[in-house]
């Protein structure tokens, strides 16, 4: 009798450790951001190659408003294909996992605008491309931890950058920051575009 329920009894736990499994899986996914647009990405990546193109030849006075500017229209773009990849997904933005994701990035960026003013106004802006590239790959590590697992590596790949961007020459400046905003956002949106849709 006991060698007959020792099977069963086998297969009823295999059974629930695979229901348990699967409930865990599911809860992790709802529990993360999937509307982080790829296809955003990959057109805020472009228009960051075209403001290191036109920041190299724009007079040296002209250079943060270029950057600036780019960074204005990234967030246009980021926020309005975030919506409707959201909408796409059937995810709204201000689900738990949306709110977490939002509340995670936003301070990294915030302190960039605060500390790109301070600098600006000191005439420092040497170090703003190494500081830009550090802060928002510091937002996209803590953001990424309520996403999907691609934008916590791009915010890494973003750390290791904006360091090297902060000790390398001023000159390389543009470089640095078309590999960053512009390869790196182009790289991980056609992956997150390919993987995860839209």
């Not at 030849?57 to 270029?66: E, G, K």
């Not at 229209?73 to 939002?102: C, D, E, H, W």
């Not at 170090?127 to 790959?137: A, C, E, F, N, T």
Request: aromatic share 10%; hydrophobic share 60%; glycine share 12%.
């Amino acid at each position: 009798m006991l060698s007959m329920q020792a099977p069963h009894r086998a297969a009823e736990e295999h059974r629930a450790a695979e229901d348990l499994q699967f409930i865990r899986h599911a809860m992790e996914r709802a529990n993360r951001f999937h509307a982080v647009p790829g296809i955003g990405l990959v057109i805020m990546g472009a228009t960051a190659v075209a403001a290191a193109g036109l920041a190299t030849i724009a007079p040296a006075r002209l250079w943060l408003a270029v950057w600036i500017a780019d960074a204005v229209l990234a967030v246009g773009i980021g926020l309005l294909t975030m919506y409707r990849k959201a909408r796409s997904v059937n995810v709204p933005v201000a689900s738990p996992s949306g709110q977490a994701f939002l509340f995670s990035f936003s301070p990294p960026i915030a302190a960039g605008i605060v500390i790109t003013l301070a600098f600006a106004a000191h005439e420092v802006t040497h170090l703003l491309p190494g500081m830009w590239l550090v802060l928002y790959g510091l937002a996209a590590l803590t953001g990424g931890a309520f996403s999907v697992r691609a934008v916590s590596l791009m915010g890494g790949c973003f750390l290791l950058l904006g360091g090297v961007t902060l000790l390398a020459p001023a000159g390389l400046a543009n470089l640095f920051m078309a590999i960053g905003f512009g390869a790196l956002h182009i790289g991980f949106g056609a992956y997150l575009a390919f993987r995860h849709g839209g």
